[in-house]
């Protein structure tokens, strides 16, 4: 509501979700699929990148809490967001990516978020980047170039 439309107003862009994409890593990943999930009317296009989603699954399984201390709102985390939008029968559809290095600390829950999204219908981008710690500078290096290209071709030119 605040920072699209300074974002359209500021700087040249395609102002319409067909030319908007998301993009984060690691706790920016969690953020991103939070984020396009529940606004895919805002987004073309969301790649998520080393993502918490053993974190994510915790406040799914326990009703908000990621820890004692810290609880988000029932529903408000990457599987059930995902669950729901798997579910819609209207409404657009973002592109997805999600990606992480073989030597990360999320590489696991990263393929198990995947297989749940692949379960669920949420058709993805899968990209593993061998050999690459929990570094997003690293995962750049190595496949920046690929995940660039991912939100291109999803992007649509009026």
Known sequence: KELIPHIDSTYRTIADRSGRGLEGFSQGG?????????????????????????????????????????????????????????????????SWMIYVGTKGSNYENNLDYMRFLSKIGIKLERLVVPGVSHSASRIYTKAGEQIMRFHVKNFKYA
């Open 30 to 94: 969690r953020g991103t699929m939070r984020l396009a999930l529940r606004y895919p009317n805002l987004f073309c296009s969301a790649a998520a990148g080393g993502g918490g989603y053993e974190s994510e699954k915790r406040i799914s399984d326990s009703g908000g809490f990621e820890s004692p201390s810290l609880r988000f709102e029932k529903g408000d985390n990457a599987w059930d967001l995902a669950t729901a939008y798997g579910g819609r029968r209207t409404g657009p559809n973002v």
